[in-house]
């Protein structure tokens, strides 16, 4: 099993890039920088594809509203030149909240938005002139739409990789349905391992039954919270804030799509409560009530004997990378022991 974590986009560069060579030394596969609206997440993986020689180094995610699907192909490939082959484009489509309210973008069709930028960004690495006739994106851009001087182009430089990584952030049956049929990867968030197959094993399972043949294994990267240590157990509660924080409060009531897969996973009542509280501005209210379960089930963080059957329990849901946030101890000692018990595991 791989494993990974996140560095925090806010972090200052030549920190980040330390981090990024204990995190490396250690044994971790994958770095995923995320970008929400902070600073954008292409500039420090730029910086750490320089800093660092054997990490891969992943966007944990781009949102497909605020570049252009040929942006996003120019992006990924500098990045991958930069990293020597070792970049990994994540993508997602964000949230109403984000895309509309920070990127002043309309928030819609985004499984179809998401699949034509697949389609654009592969053949923009396959260095063929970019025309395409989408629901979304036509290239070049009609006459009636611009001025008509627009003409079919490709990339310019040879690229390392002509088939670079595509991992997608999707919790929707439909989007989760194409990811596993056309993606290389999928970044599922607050996966509780043994009711991941009630919220999607039909739609995973339906994806891969027409997977493309050329693409690779399937990779689910999934977890959370990790600490180990015969203390560790207290960590748990660490992760009610950011919980809380997606459940009750990224998107409104009916359009948050984290408050649903808390519903999926048999806590509708107390899904409604956390949103209640957290949009009503009781934050610490909506964190204590998520229900232990669903903290204890969705980390990693207790004794050795926990930790391997929470690995276990991540490996038979079908998880095949750890994504990990380590606490309770210097990171790269946290994620170098994860990484022996997960060799062992």
Known sequence: ?????????????????????????????????PEAYGFDAVSLLGYLAASTSTVELGSGILNTYSRTPALLAQTAAGLD??????????????G??????????????????????????RSAWRREPLVYDGNVF???????????????????????????????????????????????????????????????????????ARRDAAL???????????????????????????????????????????????????????ATAIQDAYLDGRKEEAAGLLPDELIENTSLCGDEAYVVDRLAAYKDAGVTSLNVTPVGGEAATVLGRLRELAEHA
């Open 1 to 33: 099993m791989r494993i990974s974590t996140s560095l925090n986009y806010a972090t200052d560069p030549q920190t980040a890039a330390v981090q990024a060579r204990e995190l490396e030394a250690a044994g971790v596969d994958r770095i995923w920088i």
């Open 81 to 94: 030149a930069l990293s020597e082959g070792r970049f990994v484009l994540g993508l997602g489509a964000s």
């Open 96 to 121: 109403p909240q984000v895309i509309e309210g920070f990127h002043g973008m309309p928030y819609a069709k985004p499984l179809t938005r998401i699949k034509e930028i697949i389609e654009i960004c």
């Open 138 to 208: 036509t290239l070049p851009l009609p006459p009636d739409q611009g001025t008509g001087l627009g003409k079919p182009l490709k990339i310019i430089n040879h690229l390392k990789r002509a088939e670079i990584p595509i991992y997608i952030a999707a919790l929707g049956q439909k989007s989760v349905e194409e990811t596993a049929a056309s993606c290389d990867g999928w970044l599922p968030f607050l996966v509780y391992p043994e009711r991941m197959a009630r919220v999607w094993g039909d739609a995973v399972t339906a994806g891969l």
């Open 216 to 270: 690779d294994d399937f990779d689910v990267v999934a977890g959370g919270l990790v600490a180990i240590g015969d203390d560790a157990a207290q960590y748990r509660d660490l992760g009610r804030p950011m919980a809380a924080l997606y459940i009750g409060g990224m998107g409104a009531r009916g359009k948050n799509f984290y408050n649903d897969v808390c519903r999926q996973y048999g806590f509708a009542d107390e």
